[in-house]
């Protein structure tokens, strides 16, 4: 039995100390390089995030750098500049301030600047409260920044104007209630400025209209609501915006609307949004066909129109977080006709349209429709040609379940590290970064060539390493639990201990649950369509290759991590598995986490989920032997 004082070393080295300890260093979520005048000086300008485990939020905070050549051995002067500013107050006020004009629904209030808040130079975006702030972008000459941020009081929209004076526009979008939520993150989101620096360009969610008052029915000579046109397009209860004052009819507020799937559950339809700074206007565009959903957007070299990302959500939307074989193409729309002409090819999958600097050529990455769901990708270049009198754009091609660990960081794994684990990360056939023929290879194979390699793998280690062979977990998310599951049915006393995050266990079980039905066919070999019905034989050959079918091989204690709003792998897929081992009397554990969706993300629910894995890990496998600390292994 342990001593007070070993106790008290074990805690101060245990899971939650050193992932405490490691999750203190910064991450860069965003980063702009800038030539100063004269070519000899770039300006280095970047995003950095980090979790505060005290108040469970995400610190983020700019820095600056300036980098400069020099004739010494490094060639490189780096420092940071003045303009940087690393905010640690996550909770301001974040009300309006002296200088700045703000728009409230319509009225336009001015303020003489006092100099409060001035800036010796540079955009003064960095005096936002990092915590409220939700997207941010330079001007095109760098001396402007657009932020938009949220009131914590209110709960508002804000969108905000700085310069080197200060915020010069403060507009309250939620007041204005032209249209829904703006869209921070994902793959619709954007806020992009024009050429003349004097509109900004952003999407948002439609606006809906609100929901009726219930109707009391169960009181005589309560009136019925009229009949309306079943065919008449209803809208989702419950929201505010543009259309605010319009009414959901009764009986109809609880039609079924849809969404883009797991991490994007409140994005059905995004339009496009202009905020015309000397106008002082907000508008949302009009001339994007129904059948398409845009995001992505920029202005067109001239600033006459706009360059977007259309998805197609016809016949029905599947899962669109980090699935980049979604049907889709580069658009232009006219901001004068309304006329709205499709760039690229026809059936393709495309994203990340980017301007050459001379404003001539549109890039933009393109892929197939189907298939894998992150696969290789072209680079393609287009020529624009724009004639702003006939408002037409001619483009002429010149041509150019699935992920991967890659060379990050990783607090989690470090921390792993540091608690005396030797950590194998396996990029399996089918992961990112080997070539399309990688990829392709895992199709028809999912349930074998996967769980080979990863085999193959930790034979190799155990090979060349000095490890035990008896003292191995697993610690596994997604298609990676998938995989882990079935290590563990296959060689139940290999495998001590095995902790998994959102696990795919019964696959048939899946094609009426999962934002990415197709991928349950693909994934086999099957085609898929959208009108797709399984038979009897695919249904059975999906059962086969479950690691559910082979649960009652399992003898290892396993953990289970679960969000109960995971939109790709049901949360019940666990609760099967749980049931299943329990019931046979495995050591099984379920984590049930109620704001979760399928990446478990978030700084308190991360940090619970770590320190729960780690925790099952050092309970199945026994303490790791630290020299001089007195642990010792069992």
Known sequence: MATGSEKGVQAAHGPAACYRELSRFPAVTRAALRAAAGGQTFLLYTECSRPDLTRWRLLRFDRHYSLRRTASREGLAVSRTALSAEIHDQYGTGGLRDGTLCLWHGRCLRRAHSGAG????????????????????????????????????QGHELLEVWDSGGCSHSVDLTALGKHGDVYTEGPFACLAWSHSETRLLYVAEKSRP??????????????????????????????????????????????????????????????????????????????????????????????????????????FRLGLNACSNRRSGIFHLDLASGCCELLSAENASVCSPRLSPDG??????????????????????????????????????????????????????????????????????????????????????????????????????????????????????????????????REPERYRACALRSPVSNLPAL?????????????????????????????????????????????????????????????????????????????????????????LAGVET???VFKNCAHWLLQHLGQPRREGTGWQSP
Not at 118 to 130: C, D, I, N, T, W
Not at 423 to 440: D, K, M, P
Request: charged share 20%; net charge negative.
């Open 118 to 153: 001035a800036h010796s130079a540079g955009p003064a975006a960095a005096a936002v409260p990092p915590a409220l702030r939700l997207l941010s972008q330079d001007s095109p000459t760098g001396q402007r920044r657009a932020v938009l941020k949220r009131c914590p009081r």
């Open 511 to 599: 094609l009426g649950t999962s934002d990415i039905p197709d991928w349950r066919y693909t994934s086999l070999g099957l085609p898929y369509s959208f009108e797709r019905v399984p038979c009897a034989e695919e249904v059975a050959t999906m059962l086969l290759r479950s690691p559910i079918s082979q649960a009652a091989q399992v003898q290892t204690p396993v953990l289970l991590c679960v969000g109960a709003r995971d939109r790709r792998v049901s949360p019940t897929q666990a609760l099967e598995l749980y049931r299943v081992l329990r019931a046979r009397g495995v050591p099984a554990r379920l984590l049930w986490y109620p704001e979760g969706g399928h990446a």
């Open 360 to 489: 001539q050529r549109l890039l933009y990455l393109e892929g197939v429709v189907g298939g894998p769901h992150r696969q290789c990708l072209r680079l393609l270049m287009d020529l624009l040609l724009v004639d702003t009198e006939a408002s037409t754009v001619t483009n002429l091609t010149a041509g150019g379940p699935h992920a991967v660990f890659d060379a990050r960081w990783r607090p989690s794994m470090a921390a792993l590290c540091q608690l005396g684990f030797a950590v194998l990360l396996v990029n399996y056939r089918g992961s990112l970064g080997f070539g399309q023929a990688s990829i392709s290879s895992l199709l028809s194979r999912v349930g074998e060539e996967d769980v080979a390699d990863t085999q193959l793998a930790v034979e190799q280690a155990l090979h060349r390493e000095p490890l035990d062979p008896h003292r191995l977990g697993l610690l596994a998310g997604s298609h990676g639990a998938f995989i882990a599951l079935h290590l563990i049915t």
């Open 606 to 608: 991360e940090a619970s």
């Open 210 to 315: 609100k929901r009726e008052p219930p109707c009391p029915w169960d009181v005589p000579g309560a009136a019925w609501p009229a009949a309306e046109d079943e065919d008449e397009e209803t809208s989702m209860p419950g929201a505010t915006g543009h259309g605010a004052d319009q009414i959901v009819p009764q009986g109809k507020q609880f039609v079924y609307h849809e969404d883009w799937g797991e991490a994007l559950s409140t994005r059905s339809e995004p339009v496009l949004c202009v905020l015309d700074l000397e106008g002082l206007s907000l508008s949302v565009l009009e001339g994007v066909p129904e059948h398409l959903s845009p995001g992505q957007a920029l202005w067109s070299p001239d600033d006459h129109g706009v360059v977007f990302v259309g998805w197609w959500n016809t016949p």
